[in-house]
């Protein structure tokens, strides 16, 4: 394992296998009625978050939590980019305060990675979403949540439906599947495509209809607010006809296949109320494996080499 | 080689000039007295001597866009701290750019400047003059006035920023005739260009930088040549940075249109894959490209498409690079790495031998700058602006021995083989070995 987790393209197969694995074993405390480990007592995690997100930040806890660490939530919203020297303070604060690990939420796309290599502080960076870059735990979990539905997941067809320029989401999930094995397809109308998809380890198209044959996995992306107003797409009724997830739709999917979603969502624009309240819908679940991952990656990068569970089962 | 000022003059002993031919060069008062057998005849017995075997002698060079930050960010670079820059990198002449606080709009702020340099005395500063009132884009500044003061402006520039409505362009281009002079264009379409981060390509969609396209210089580029062609009047286009760039202004040229080019040492020699380190030592603007456009535009001045080498010295605080990507600030130094890093991609490349580089570096840049006593030929009666460059010592950029004010250099580490070794403005030595001499 590497000492950070920056980008999912920092993770061999074998490492993205031992972080499942390790996932698996670990989402085992969960069903137990003390959902706790002794692992990383002592160690401290900090979770630096510049960009408002509870459901990443409170999933990083629960799972720092049940393996015992200490636990510091460092709200620096408002920190905005313009006041880039604060980064650093933070770091060295947070240096001299001895973290072990910290979980960076930031909306420069970079910020993690800078923070890593700038010598500012020595623990492990986790990457928990960086601008446009990469959400790699978001990806591990997805991975998870794909593994536990469909088995295998080299070989299988994964859809990922949406604004892929801006997501973050989509890059880490496009470099770990590609690592896995699956064959993946992006679909988005073309001015929500990056410049240079074409050489990205995966194939794209414009048509949700015809990608959506065979697929085993259709991941739906979040269309933020503002995109809305920026002429990317002329309005939220024609994206919604043209590459939102409806019953419809969904239908026409082969029965095994799972519906994702990263949330929040929109309902009504990517994704109908029925496909996200559908049995196809694995939102919910991907949301429980999340805390699981993320054991198993603050565990592994903590050092932890052995089987995470010890002799203890 | 060790050298120091000489009131007696100077006899220069076998320095390679231009790279083609061995002799002897004698300076007295400020000017090249005697070239070859004659040098040492003349030299008086109290005249220095300088061993220059197997260094080459360049006309001094001359910059077309540097950034003095005076007034205003003295903390990154002063106009005395600039100059010491520019003479270790064997500069005797600099275009200040106007983008300064106060903008360099009026006859007042361009006077200062001018005075600042003459104050300094290391190089020949030449202020440039902005295009528009507060580099606004909305009206002119008063460009004659800037042409008649002591200053002198013949350039005129909204650098860092494009002169992006056409009327406001046609305009300035038509009016500068009156005052031979130029008017120096950013070309960045900004719309296309907000918020941008790298350059567009398949490296910022990996690594979700926003994307600054290489259209958005191209399209700008395209519509001033044709301008500068309808109204007859001369236009230059700052940092070309993209092959399509070199594409439109060859194509420019062979219509006849009155238009010059320049290319950094950075854009010559970096790529786009510098910025998956995240360092924002690489961020600067236009970004760095691919390695097809670093291509195209060493062959677009190799073959005189790109008239100059220009340095961009854009010197930043600390504070402004020693951060996260998009917090930081555009630029990188470059006047004490311009020979170094413009020979490893020209010289070493075999795509311009050293008579190529003074053309690039000092003679028309001059010519552009309407430079009278700069860029002039190594001959007898010329002004004593002279670099000598050894082309062949190896060595490691230092940050931490540059003379400028800022150290935010993408080349720290980096082994280069051409220096300059020392640099004589008007006869007088104002840099040896990497150090200024004030």
């Known amino acids: ?313 | 080689m060790t050298t120091k000022n000489s009131a007696e003059g100077v006899l220069i002993k076998g320095a390679n000039l231009l790279g083609t031919d061995v002799s002897d060069v004698l300076v007295l008062d400020g000017v090249i007295a005697a070239i070859g057998p004659d040098a040492a005849r003349d030299a008086g017995s109290d005249c220095e001597t300088v061993d220059a075997y197997g260094l080459v002698a360049l006309p001094g060079l001359v910059d077309l866009h540097t950034h003095l930050r005076e007034p205003g960010r003295e903390d990154a670079e002063t106009v005395a701290s600039g100059s010491a820059a520019a003479a270790v990198g064997g500069f005797t002449a600099v275009h200040a750019m106007a983008n300064t606080d106060p903008v360099a709009d009026t006859a007042g702020v361009v006077e200062q400047v001018w005075h600042l340099g003459r104050r300094a005395g290391l190089c020949d500063v030449h202020p440039v003059g902005a295009v528009t009132l507060g580099l606004g884009g909305s009206e002119l500044a008063e460009l004659g006035a800037m042409a008649e003061s002591a200053a002198r402006v013949r350039v005129f520039s909204d650098d860092g920023r494009c002169v992006s409505d056409a009327v406001l362009m046609r305009r300035a281009l038509e009016y500068v005739k009156a005052l031979d002079g130029v008017v120096a264009q950013h070309a960045q379409e900004p719309r296309l260009t907000e918020n941008a981060q790298m350059n567009e390509g398949s490296v910022s969609a990996v690594l979700g930088l926003r994307g600054w396209p290489a259209v958005a210089e191209e399209s700008i580029i395209a519509r001033d040549v044709l301008l500068a062609g309808h109204v007859g009047s001369r236009l230059h286009v700052c940092h070309v940075s993209t092959a399509g760039s070199v594409e439109i202004l060859r194509w420019a040229k062979g219509r006849g249109v009155d238009v010059t080019a320049e290319v950094t040492p950075h854009h010559l020699f970096l790529t786009d894959e510098h910025v998956r380190t995240y360092d924002p030592r690489f961020k600067v603007n236009p970004p760095l490209r691919t390695q097809e456009d670093v291509d195209a535009v060493r062959l677009g001045l190799a073959d005189g498409t790109i008239d100059a080498i220009a340095t961009d010295h854009a010197p930043h605080s600390l504070e402004d690079k020693d951060c996260e990507w998009a917090a930081a600030a555009m630029g990188m130094v470059g006047l004490e790495t311009a020979v170094g890093v413009a020979a490893a991609a020209m010289v070493d490349t075999g795509l311009l031998d050293w008579a190529g580089m003074a053309d690039r570096m000092s003679v028309r840049p001059a010519r552009i700058g309407r430079l009278a006593g700069q860029g002039r030929p190594l001959a007898v009666g010329e002004p004593a602006n002279l670099v000598l460059v050894d082309p062949e010592t190896r060595y490691s950029v230092d940050p931490q021995s540059m003379e400028s004010r800022s150290r935010n250099t993408p080349y720290a580490g980096v082994e280069l083989t051409a220096r300059p070794v020392a640099t004589y403005l008007r006869g007088r030595l104002t840099a040896s070995e990497g150090s200024a001499q004030r």
């Open chain 1, 1 to 313: 394992m590497t000492r950070h987790l920056l980008s999912a393209a920092d993770l061999s197969l074998d490492d993205a296998t031992l972080i499942l694995d390790t996932a698996d074993e670990l989402a085992r405390v969960s069903d137990r009625p003390v959902k706790k480990l002794p692992t990383l007592r002592g160690r401290t995690v900090v979770n630096l978050f510049f960009e408002d997100s509870t459901r990443t930040r409170i999933s990083f806890e629960a799972a720092a939590k049940r393996l015992s660490a200490d636990v510091i939530n460092f709200s620096a919203k408002g920190s905005s980019v313009s006041k880039g020297e604060s980064l650093k303070d933070t770091a060295l604060t947070l240096e001299a305060m001895g973290a072990d690990a910290v979980v960076i939420r930031h909306p420069a796309s970079g910020a993690p990675h800078t923070l890593a290599h700038s010598g500012w502080i020595g623990g492990s960076i986790v990457n928990a979403g960086d601008g446009t870059h990469e959400h790699p735990t978001q990806a591990l979990l997805d991975a998870f949540t794909m593994r536990r539905h469909l088995s295998t997941i080299a070989g299988r067809k994964v859809v990922i439906v949406g604004d892929v320029l801006h997501s973050r989401v989509a890059r880490s999930n496009v470099l770990l599947l590609a690592t896995l094995g699956a064959d993946v397809t992006l679909v988005a109308p073309p001015t929500l495509l990056p410049v240079g998809v074409d050489q990205w380890p995966c194939t794209h198209s414009y048509d949700l209809d015809a990608s959506l044959v065979g697929a085993d996995v259709v991941m739906m992306l979040r269309v933020q607010r503002e995109r809305m107003n920026a002429a990317f797409f002329p309005s939220v009724r024609e994206y919604s006809r043209r590459y939102g997830l409806d019953a419809d739709r969904m239908s026409r999917l082969p029965e095994h296949a799972i519906v994702m979603h990263p949330g929040p969502m929109n309902r009504g624009l990517e994704i109908t109320a029925a496909v996200a309240d559908s049995d196809r819908a694995v939102i919910i679940e991907q949301v429980t494996n999340g805390v699981s991952v993320r054991m198993a990656v603050l565990y592994l990068l903590l050092g932890g080499s052995d089987s995470a569970l010890g002799g203890d089962l």
